[in-house]
């Protein structure tokens, strides 16, 4: 190694960046992916994140037995990185419905990728050690590298990659990374290498395979969705903070947001129904409306059945699906073309954040967001979140959350009811049936007494006078429990969703 000693460190120097940034990537996608496939995102990415670093432990000790050929080794073990990190996204995604023990699986390939990952710095100090580089040195500029690889990972995986290539593709694109970094070090050193021949095989059949598996990763994604869906996929888009599944059965359109239902054009007049007309009736001359959540436009589509409805502002955080819901022909039959509406007001924002800056009172506020399955939507159910819309409610207005099954899942529910009991409001609790999701809860909410101010539309399919005062009826095992307040420091809702859903999926 003497003759090429000077070059070694500057190339290698150079690996130890893109390795700690592959390093990490792997790391995040493997808690992402746990959380989008499983739930429990807590106890995923706890999981993950702790097994992977204990997986580099264990490569980190065993580096130590590696005492020979080591250029050689580091090929090897980079070639391992990209081909087990590279694959493991594709991998899940298409065993996810077919294998019982996934998530075994799912842990055994994170251990795997921890191991190799943990063996690489190891092996590139030794292999720096031997070169004219100091002790300290190495030290300082392998951490260096390290550090400002693990840096960049961070800031690029949701703001670029995630949302531009996908879990997918990126996991495939940084195995080619690692893979380049391999080739890197085989050509230059080639000559010092004891087992180059092989060495030149593996890397060009790896990156091959990976180069394929970037190439057609929208493929391998639609195989895999096409087996997790029971009707005909039309529409498939993975937008910033989302993956859009639309399926079709005969006339029936299913919607589906990271594989959760969220409504069927067969029944979906009832969820919405139910959402919007209750809240009407109670308020008194609504003009201006607020819709959080509610991208396709179905609760709009209620709300202009009502004459003095004069401006709705609907905040919702993906122009994706806003977008969708406006200029598909087939959606926009469903919303009656309600996105178009000139009284609508759209604004692709972050509902928690648009909240603390509006200055405007709104008649009445319909919150329509997923459910509560993460802190990212926990925290709009939140006290916090809550306090912040009695500075955006006008003195006789009212609000109503989508609060998930009082049946399948009632402490969550009545914690959505708390929570808004707990900054000052009055509640009116109900339920309807709707077949796609069963019994489905609601909360009306108002900082004054509940007082009916008009009749019900007289062309719904579902909802009338009697159907409501029917709803606000809770048999004994929906009945209201005791449960904390959910806050931003506790989160406790998502606690309670994730618990009791768990019990029934």
């Known amino acids: 190694m003497d ?80 081909l087990v990190g590279g694959i493991t996204s594709s991998v899940l995604f298409v065993i996810f419905n077919s294998v019982d023990s996934f998530q075994w699986i799912l842990y055994g390939l994170i251990s795997l990728t921890g191991i190799f990952v943990g063996l690489e710095i190891p092996l590139l100090m030794q292999i720096l ?18 550090y400002v690889g693990a840096l960049l990972a961070s800031i690029l995986f949701p703001l670029v990659f ?18 380049l970094v391999a080739l890197l070090v085989l050509y ?52 910033p903070y989302q993956r859009i599944v ?22 979906e007049y009832r969820y919405h129904e139910a959402l919007v007309h209750p809240l009407m009736t109670f308020t008194k001359k609504p003009e201006k409306v607020l819709i959080l959540g509610g991208g396709d436009g179905m609760a709009v589509r ?54 603390k800056q509006n200055k405007t009172l709104f008649d009445a506020i319909i919150i329509d967001f997923p459910d509560p ?52 409001f009055k509640t009116l609790p109900y339920h309807v049936f709707v077949p796609s999701f069963g019994d489905w809860g609601y909360v009306l909410a108002t900082k004054n007494e509940f007082s009916k101010t008009q009749n019900f539309p007289e062309k719904l399919r579902f909802m009338n006078d009697a159907a409501f005062e029917q709803s606000k009826v809770f048999p004994k095992d929906m009945a209201q429990q005791e449960t904390e307040v959910n806050k931003l420091n506790n989160q406790i809702l998502v606690q309670y969703f994730e618990e009791e859903w768990a019990k029934v999926m």
């Open 3 to 82: 003759k090429n000693s000077a070059k070694i460190p500057i190339l290698l120097l150079f690996s130890v960046f893109l390795v700690a940034t592959c390093g990490l990537i792997y790391e995040l996608i493997a808690g992402t992916l746990a959380s989008y496939l499983m739930g429990d995102s807590i106890s995923q990415f706890s999981i993950i994140i702790g097994l992977y670093l204990f997986s580099m432990g264990i490569g980190s000790f065993c580096s130590k037995y590696f005492d020979e050929n080591l250029l050689d080794w580091f090929i090897q073990i980079e070639l391992l990185v990209g």
């Open 129 to 146: 050690n031997k070169s004219n580089f100091g002790f300290k040195d190495i030290i300082s500029k392998v951490f260096t590298f390290d």
């Open 162 to 179: 995630v949302p531009k290539m996908g879990l997918i593709r990126t996991s495939f694109f940084f195995g080619i990374l690692n893979t």
């Open 188 to 239: 230059n050193y080639s000559a010092q290498l004891k087992y180059r021949l092989t060495l030149w095989f593996q890397a060009i059949f790896v990156f091959v395979l990976l180069t394929l598996g970037f190439i057609f990763s929208d493929n391998i994604l639609s195989w895999a969705e096409a087996t997790t869906y029971d009707e005909k996929i039309i529409f498939a888009k993975s937008s």
């Open 246 to 267: 639309l399926t079709r059965q005969g006339s029936n359109i299913k919607l589906f947001l990271n594989r959760n239902l969220q409504f069927s054009s067969f029944d």
């Open 302 to 355: 209620e709300l202009l059945k009502y004459e003095s409805v004069k401006a709705i502002t609907l905040i919702d955080l993906d122009a994706d699906m806003t977008n969708l819901f406006r200029r598909n022909e087939m959606l926009t039959k469903l919303n009656q073309n309600a996105l178009n509406s000139p009284k609508v007001k759209i604004l692709n924002q972050d509902a928690f954040l648009w909240i």
């Open 373 to 424: 399955n993460n802190f990212a939507l926990g925290k709009l159910y939140s006290n916090t979140f809550y306090r912040e819309l009695t500075h955006t409610l006008a003195p006789e207005g009212l609000i109503v959350v989508q609060s998930t099954s009082p049946f399948m899942a009632p402490k969550s529910y009545w914690c959505v009811n708390k929570t808004l009991q707990s900054v000052g």
